[in-house]
C-alpha cells in the first residue's frame, strides 16, 4: 500500500459526495452519500496504516476534479460511469497482480463495485422504478462519451500524423504534405462518421426488428407471451399467487406487457434506441478531424524540416494531452501515459517518415 491508495479512496469520497449532492431523487442520492462515507472510511485508515495525518492529504487529485468539471458541463452521469470503471480496472490489476505473484485471490478485491452494488439491492428506500433508472444510466454512462472523443482525437491524430511524416519524409514539396493531410483528414473522418452512423442505425434497427417480432409473438400467441410472463417474475423469487395477479395486469395492456417482454426477454432498453446516428456521426467527423488537424497545421506557414520540426512537437504535445485524458478512465500515472502515448505515436510516425524517405531516395534514383 502506498500513499496512491490513499488518494485513490480520497477522490472516490470526493465524487460520491459530488454525485449526491447532485442527484435529484432522493434514494438514489442516498445511495451515493453512503458510498462517500465508506471511501471516506477507507481513506482514513489507509492513512493511518501509513501513519499520514488525514487531514493534511484529504485533498482531491487532478483527475477528481477534471471530472467535476466535466460533470459541470456534461452532466453528473460521466462521473459514475467514469467512478466505477476506474474502480473495476483498478480490481481486475490486483486480481491480474495477485494471480502473477501467485498470491490467493481472496474475491475482496472488487469490493467497492460489490459494496454499492449490495446498497442498490438490499435499501428498501431504493426502489425497482429507481434502480432499473440506475442501471440504465450506469450502462449509457461509464465516460462512453469522453472516452469516445479521446480515441476519435487519437485515431485522428495518430493516422494523420503518420500520413504526413511519411509524405514529407519522401521530400514532397510543401503544397503536396499539405494536400496529402487534409485528404487523409478528410477520408479518415468521413469513413469514420460514416463507420458510425452504420453502427448507430444497424443497431437500432435490430432492435426495432426484434421489438415488432415481439409483438407479433403478444398479438397472435397471448397464451405463450403469458407464459414467458409468468417464468420471468418466478424467476425473481416472487411468489406465485402474486406473479398471477402481476401477469394478469400487465395482459390486460399490451403496450406495458410489451414494454416487460422487450427489457426482461430481448434485454432491449427504450432509451437506447433514442441515440442519433446522424449525431455520432457528426460527432465521430469533428473529433476525428481536430485529432488530424494538428499534425497539417505547421505545414500551412512553414516548409521543409522546420515544419517536420514543429509537426512532431505539436503531436507530440496532443499525443501527451489525450495519454493524459486517458488516465480518467484508467486511473494510472498521468506522465507514465501521456509519455507512453508520445513514444507509440511517435514511433509509429518515425516508420512511415523512414519508409517515405526511402521511397523518396529509390525514386529520384
Given at each position: 500500500?502506498?500513499?496512491?491508495?490513499?488518494?485513490t479512496?480520497?477522490?472516490?469520497?470526493?465524487?460520491?459526495?459530488?454525485?449526491?449532492k447532485?442527484e435529484?431523487d432522493?434514494?438514489?442520492?442516498?445511495?451515493?452519500?453512503?458510498?462517500?462515507?465508506?471511501?471516506k472510511?477507507h481513506?482514513?485508515?489507509?492513512?493511518?496504516?501509513?501513519?499520514?495525518?488525514?487531514e493534511k492529504?484529504?485533498?482531491?487529485?487532478?483527475?477528481?476534479?477534471?471530472?467535476?468539471?466535466?460533470?459541470?458541463v456534461f452532466?453528473?452521469?460521466?462521473i459514475?460511469?467514469?467512478?466505477l470503471?476506474?474502480?473495476?480496472?483498478?480490481?481486475?490489476?490486483?486480481?491480474?497482480?495477485?494471480?502473477k505473484?501467485?498470491?490467493?485471490?481472496?474475491?475482496?478485491?472488487?469490493?467497492h463495485?460489490?459494496?454499492?452494488?449490495?446498497?442498490?439491492?438490499?435499501?428498501?428506500k431504493?426502489?425497482?422504478?429507481?434502480?432499473?433508472?440506475?442501471?440504465?444510466?450506469?450502462?449509457?454512462?461509464g465516460?462512453?462519451?469522453?472516452?469516445?472523443?479521446?480515441?476519435?482525437?487519437?485515431?485522428?491524430?495518430?493516422?494523420n500524423?503518420?500520413?504526413?511524416m511519411?509524405?514529407?519524409?519522401?521530400?514532397?514539396?510543401?503544397?503536396?504534405?499539405?494536400?496529402?493531410?487534409?485528404?487523409?483528414?478528410?477520408?479518415?473522418?468521413?469513413?469514420m462518421?460514416?463507420?458510425?452512423?452504420i453502427?448507430?442505425?444497424?443497431?437500432?434497427?435490430l432492435?426495432?426488428?426484434?421489438?415488432?417480432?415481439?409483438?407479433?409473438?403478444?398479438?397472435?400467441n397471448?397464451?405463450?407471451?403469458?407464459?414467458?410472463?409468468?417464468?420471468?417474475?418466478?424467476?425473481?423469487?416472487?411468489?406465485?399467487?402474486?406473479?398471477d395477479e402481476?401477469?394478469?395486469?400487465?395482459?390486460?395492456?399490451?403496450?406495458?406487457?410489451h414494454?416487460?417482454?422487450?427489457?426482461e426477454?430481448?434485454g432491449?432498453n427504450?432509451?437506447?434506441?433514442?441515440?442519433?446516428?446522424?449525431?455520432?456521426a457528426?460527432s465521430?467527423?469533428i473529433?476525428?478531424?481536430i485529432?488530424?488537424?494538428?499534425?497539417?497545421?505547421?505545414f500551412?506557414?512553414?516548409?521543409?524540416?522546420?515544419?517536420?520540426?514543429?509537426?512532431?512537437?505539436?503531436s507530440?504535445?496532443?499525443?501527451?494531452?489525450i495519454?493524459?485524458?486517458i488516465?480518467?478512465?484508467?486511473?494510472?500515472?498521468?506522465?507514465?501515459?501521456?509519455f507512453?502515448?508520445?513514444?507509440?505515436?511517435?514511433a509509429?510516425a518515425?516508420?512511415?517518415f523512414?519508409i517515405?524517405?526511402?521511397i523518396?531516395v529509390?525514386?529520384?534514383?
Amino acid at each position: 500500500m502506498d500513499l496512491s491508495h490513499v488518494q485513490t479512496e480520497i477522490d472516490a469520497w470526493y465524487l460520491y459526495d459530488i454525485l449526491a449532492k447532485n442527484e435529484d431523487d432522493e434514494a438514489v442520492a442516498h445511495v451515493f452519500a453512503q458510498m462517500s462515507e465508506i471511501e471516506k472510511s477507507h481513506a482514513v485508515e489507509f492513512a493511518k496504516k501509513l501513519n499520514l495525518e488525514f487531514e493534511k492529504i484529504a485533498l482531491p487529485s487532478w483527475r477528481a476534479k477534471t471530472l467535476h468539471l466535466i460533470g459541470r458541463v456534461f452532466g453528473y452521469d460521466y462521473i459514475l460511469g467514469s467512478l466505477l470503471d476506474t474502480e473495476k480496472g483498478l480490481a481486475t490489476a490486483v486480481i491480474r497482480q495477485k494471480k502473477k505473484t501467485n498470491v490467493q485471490v481472496t474475491g475482496n478485491e472488487d469490493s467497492h463495485v460489490k459494496i454499492l452494488r449490495s446498497i442498490l439491492d438490499t435499501d428498501t428506500k431504493v426502489a425497482g422504478s429507481q434502480l432499473a433508472r440506475f442501471e440504465k444510466r450506469h450502462r449509457s454512462v461509464g465516460g462512453n462519451a469522453i472516452r469516445a472523443a479521446v480515441l476519435g482525437g487519437n485515431d485522428g491524430l495518430v493516422s494523420n500524423f503518420s500520413l504526413v511524416m511519411g509524405i514529407a519524409g519522401a521530400s514532397v514539396t510543401q503544397s503536396g504534405v499539405l494536400v496529402a493531410g487534409l485528404a487523409g483528414l478528410l477520408a479518415g473522418a468521413l469513413s469514420m462518421a460514416l463507420g458510425e452512423w452504420i453502427s448507430v442505425k444497424s443497431s437500432q434497427e435490430l432492435y426495432e426488428n426484434q421489438m415488432d417480432l415481439e409483438m407479433e409473438e403478444l398479438v397472435n400467441n397471448p397464451e405463450g407471451e403469458r407464459k414467458e410472463l409468468k417464468l420471468i417474475y418466478l424467476a425473481k423469487g416472487i411468489p406465485e399467487d402474486q406473479v398471477d395477479e402481476i401477469v394478469d395486469g400487465l395482459m390486460s395492456d399490451t403496450a406495458k406487457a410489451h414494454a416487460v417482454l422487450v427489457k426482461e426477454e430481448l434485454g432491449i432498453n427504450h432509451e437506447e434506441l433514442k441515440g442519433s446516428a446522424m449525431e455520432a456521426a457528426i460527432s465521430s467527423f469533428i473529433l476525428f478531424a481536430i485529432g488530424a488537424v494538428i499534425p497539417v497545421i505547421p505545414f500551412f506557414f512553414t516548409k521543409g524540416y522546420t515544419a517536420i520540426i514543429l509537426s512532431t512537437i505539436a503531436s507530440g504535445f496532443g499525443l501527451f494531452i489525450i495519454g493524459a485524458a486517458i488516465t480518467l478512465f484508467t486511473g494510472k500515472n498521468v506522465w507514465y501515459s501521456g509519455f507512453r502515448q508520445v513514444i507509440f505515436g511517435l514511433a509509429a510516425a518515425a516508420v512511415t517518415f523512414g519508409i517515405g524517405k526511402i521511397i523518396g531516395v529509390s525514386m529520384i534514383g
